[in-house]
């Protein structure tokens, strides 16, 4: 992880479950402090945590930021289902790059402000970015399943021959700062531009759970 040095040593993940732990095991093998959050306290999360994610810390959700944003570029990973979001506060993560890692599911009932914006097939990550507008939005890390996470990453490859993964954000220092996450984290990530050009890693998209390398993501690039 030293080789990142803009990167904080510890990182934030909401949501204790199949992606956020999967999220948060292959930070902590990769060297990051991880702090995570559910809805229920940190005391019912330990054993969960010990079996799924061994090493990240569990925290109250309203301190998911605390640790990462005592450093320059606090980063979270939102890793919430998005019927839930109108239970996370902006708040929490407010002043943070926040990893948009979310999907949207026929089967979920959208908070109103979500639910506008599929309607109108935008990408659910600007409704996101919208709603979390004290934070810098990353659309990344929503397009591999809990699954494959943990063989699919794998630090010990040179760039060209890992799993490619695409981040799309309008803040370019941001976008940057969540690929050389991802690359810390095992696999090639791989700058699609501004915001909106994450829509391609949706679940309707051509890349979803596929194994991409870097010329698969790049012709969608902006
Ligand atoms: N599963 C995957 O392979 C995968 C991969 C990439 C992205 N995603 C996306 O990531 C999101 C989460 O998916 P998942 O499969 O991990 O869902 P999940 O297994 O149902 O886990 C959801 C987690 O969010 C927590 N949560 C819900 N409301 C919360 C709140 N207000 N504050 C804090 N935590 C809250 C839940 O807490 P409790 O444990 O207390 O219920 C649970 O730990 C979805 O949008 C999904 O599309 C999933």
């Known amino acids: 992880m030293s080789e990142h040095t803009l990167l904080p040593p510890v990182i934030g993940v909401l949501g204790a479950g199949r992606a956020g732990t999967a999220f948060a095991r ?6 990051f402090e991880v702090d995570i959050c559910s809805t229920r306290p940190p ?7 010990k079996i799924y994610a061994p090493g990240a ?22 890793a919430v289902p998005q019927e839930d979001l109108d239970d996370v506060e902006p708040e929490w993560v407010a002043g943070c790059v926040l990893v948009d890692a979310t999907n949207a599911w026929q089967d979920e009932v959208l ?23 004290g934070s810098r939005v990353v659309k990344a890390l ?8 943990d063989d699919a990453a794998d630090r010990d490859l040179p760039l060209d021959q890992r799993r490619a993964l695409g981040a799309a954000g309008d ?3 941001a976008r940057g700062l969540v690929m050389m996450l991802i690359e810390a984290m095992g696999f090639d990530p791989v700058s699609l531009g501004p915001l909106a050009a994450g829509r391609i890693l949706e679940p309707d998209g051509p890349l979803f759970n596929r194994p991409v390398r870097r010329d698969d993501l790049l012709p969608f690039a902006r």
């Open 142 to 149: 929503n397009h591999v399943s809990h699954g494959e996470f």
């Open 171 to 173: 803040d370019g220092a």
């Open 26 to 31: 292959t930070l902590v093998k990769a060297g």
């Open 57 to 78: 810390v569990a925290v109250i959700a309203e301190d998911v930021a605390a640790r990462t944003r005592e450093h320059e570029n606090g980063l979270v990973i939102l």
């Open 43 to 49: 005391r019912a999360l330990r054993h969960h945590l």
């Open 111 to 133: 908070p109103g402000w979500l639910q506008a914006a599929a309607d109108e097939q935008l990408p659910t990550s600007l409704a996101v970015a919208g709603h979390f507008s």
